[in-house]
Nanobody, 125 residues
Framework: VQLQAFGGGLVQSGGSLRLACAAS????????MGWFRQAPGKDREFVAA????????YYADYVKGRFIISRDNAKNTVYLQMNSLKPEDTAVYSC???????????????????WGQGTQVTVSS
C-alpha cells in the first residue's frame, strides 16, 4: 500500500489542524493505521493508531484528549484531528500501515510495514 499524508501547516498555540493520509494500492480497510511524529533532533514517537474497523483506537498520553484518529475506509483515508495544539506538537507527522492489531506493540514504529512521506506541523507560541 502507498501512503501520502497531507494537511500540515502553521498554526498558533491552541489552534487545530486536521491531517489526512490517503492510501492507494491495496485497500486501507485491510490495514491498521498509525500516526507518528518526529521533531528535529528527536526520535520518532507514536501519536495514535486505529484498527481496521475503527473499533479500537490507541493514543499516546501526550495527545490523549486533544487528538482524534478516525478513518473512512470507503475513501481509503485516515484522519488525525489535532486540537488544542501546543508548540511541543511541532514535528513532521507521518502515517503508517501494518496488517494486524496487537495492542502491545501498535505504538512501536518498527512494527509498521508501510510509510508515507510526512507533513510538517508547526505550532507557534
Amino acid at each position: 500500500v502507498q501512503l501520502q499524508a497531507f494537511g500540515g501547516g502553521l498554526v498558533q498555540s491552541g489552534g487545530s489542524l486536521r491531517l489526512a493520509c490517503a492510501a492507494s494500492g491495496r485497500t486501507s480497510s485491510t490495514y491498521v493505521m498509525g500516526w507518528f511524529r518526529q521533531a528535529p533532533g528527536k526520535d520518532r514517537e507514536f501519536v495514535a493508531a486505529i484498527s481496521m474497523s475503527s473499533s479500537s483506537t490507541y493514543y499516546a498520553d501526550y495527545v490523549k484528549g486533544r487528538f482524534i484518529i478516525s478513518r473512512d475506509n470507503a475513501k481509503n483515508t485516515v484522519y488525525l484531528q489535532m486540537n488544542s495544539l501546543k508548540p511541543e506538537d511541532t514535528a513532521v507527522y507521518s502515517c503508517a500501515a501494518r496488517t494486524s492489531w496487537k495492542y502491545y506493540d501498535v505504538h512501536v514504529h518498527t512494527s509498521y510495514d508501510s510509510w508515507g512521506q510526512g507533513t510538517q506541523v508547526t505550532v507557534s507560541s
